[in-house]
């Protein structure tokens, strides 16, 4: 426990608090009622709107460090490329793993960003299914109040009616009413309402899972059932008089966010088939989007951090006069990055190594796996530093300041995508 016992006020979001709640109770930190004086408010999303905006109106008045936690799982929430900008008064928003922040690392979010694990379920793995016989349809949810934008109501009664022409046992689980869903009955199919029943439990049954994008199809793709997904990209606070807002910026992020399993790319009996089949084509996105487990005295040192200590110090170790940035985790994708880089290695080079968000250990590992995957002698490799500081634009400010030249093949982003590239920099020396 630290020497300070913080008092914390906490928005819970259908239970996405507990496991974060859970380990910093256990490190004897108080939780106070919502309105009550604290050190921090822990909410999971920032819009300005609702209850949402007024709590963190209260909590920012009363001088309380703003810690947003994961809403849900998967690919990071679009909300800020065409909704709503991020609230300047939060000061971290913890992530379930390292492709949020690499993704909000890109759009140039503002605060503090770290990398805290996924809180959902044990992963398993991929199981693949020659003869699919048993789908679980989870369209796009309502609101709380029943409420769903016209467009995604319109797609969940599409994907259905595709759903319903295929020889598999179709089940669809469903939150609210089938109408406020979209959905009507039919003979033969079983509907099961969402509402108390172990979402694992449906998945675990299925030969393949098809769901409207967001935590439902995450947990199935952890579980490692063959997934579907729709509506990804789409921006919408879901009120019915809504209409759906285009990305601002999605030449950064498309192709690295999107699960490639998708209803749209072709007859939905062929793209259930190839889900079924090879999960290959997903592992990449797996590997960024569903994480680590989660750590719990890591995120409550987070916590802890953030309201005693203030922003992380960014600072670098020293380095050679020709001093070289990579993102770890795009080299670990990309190995003949690093292979490049160990050809033209010397002892007046430094290399750089930075994944955003993620502590020493999960940086040390990557590098490794990185180093591993790239058949590289890391002797060849010469002065190697690892940065792990959280996503932030003073971090990619300083990394900017203190490299020559960047090596990526990622779109241009933040300060250091105005770096030279290291081939261009290179062939220069």
């Known amino acids: 426990m630290s020497s300070s016992r913080l008092r914390i006020a906490l928005k819970d ?159 669809v689980r469903h939150l ?60 919408a606070w879901g009120l019915p008089d809504e209409e759906g807002v285009k990305p601002r910026r999605p030449e950064l992020y498309h192709d690295y966010i999107h699960f490639p399993f998708d209803v749209e790319d072709g007859p939905l009996d062929e793209v259930i088939a190839a889900a079924a089949a090879n999960f290959a084509p997903a592992a990449q996105w797996r590997r960024r989007f569903v994480g680590e487990p989660f750590t719990p005295l890591a995120a409550v040192n987070i916590i802890e951090r953030v309201v005693l200590g203030g922003p992380v110090p960014v600072q670098v170790d020293a380095t050679r006069s020709r001093t070289t940035l990579a993102l770890t985790d795009e080299l670990l994708e990309r190995p003949k990055l690093l292979q490049a880089y160990a050809r033209t290695a010397n002892d007046d080079a430094s290399l750089l190594l930075w994944t955003p968000g993620v502590g020493a250990d999960q940086a040390l590992a990557l590098a490794e796996q990185a180093i591993e995957h790239a058949g590289v002698d890391p002797d060849a490799l010469g002065d190697v530093l690892l940065v792990p500081l959280p996503g932030s634009p003073k971090a990619d400010a300083e990394l900017a300041a203190r490299a020559d030249a960047l090596l990526s093949e990622w779109p241009s982003a933040g300060k250091i995508g105005e770096l030279p590239r290291f081939a261009a920099a290179a062939a220069l020396v």
């Open 13 to 171: 979001h259908r239970r996405e608090s507990v496991a974060l709640a859970n380990a910093l109770h256990a490190a004897g930190h108080e939780f106070v009622p919502l309105g009550a004086e604290a050190d921090v408010l822990l909410i999971d999303l920032d819009p300005p709107v609702l209850l949402h905006k007024d709590l963190i109106d209260r909590y920012a008045d009363m001088g309380a460090k703003i810690v947003l936690y994961p809403h849900g799982a998967g690919g990071p929430i679009l909300s800020y490329e065409g909704l709503f900008d991020p609230d300047p008064r939060v000061d971290a928003n913890l992530v379930s793993a390292l492709g949020q922040a690499e993704f909000f690392r890109r759009t140039g979010y503002p605060a503090e960003v770290h990398v805290i694990g996924s809180t959902h379920c044990a992963p398993r793995p991929f199981r693949a299914c020659a003869d699919v016989k048993r789908v679980l349809f989870a369209p796009t949810h309502p609101n709380g109040d029943g409420s769903l934008i016209a467009s995604r109501r319109e797609r969940n009664a599409e994907v259905f009616a595709e759903l319903l022409k295929g020889p598999w046992e179709l089940t």
């Open 176 to 235: 609210g009413t089938l109408e406020q869903n979209g959905l009507w009955k039919v003979d033969g199919v079983r509907f099961v309402n969402a509402m108390g029943v172990a979402q694992t439990t449906q998945i675990d049954a299925a030969d393949v899972v098809v769901a409207g994008d967001g935590t439902f199809p995450t947990l199935a793709i952890t579980r490692g059932t063959p997934t579907v997904m729709y509506d990804q990209h789409v921006l």
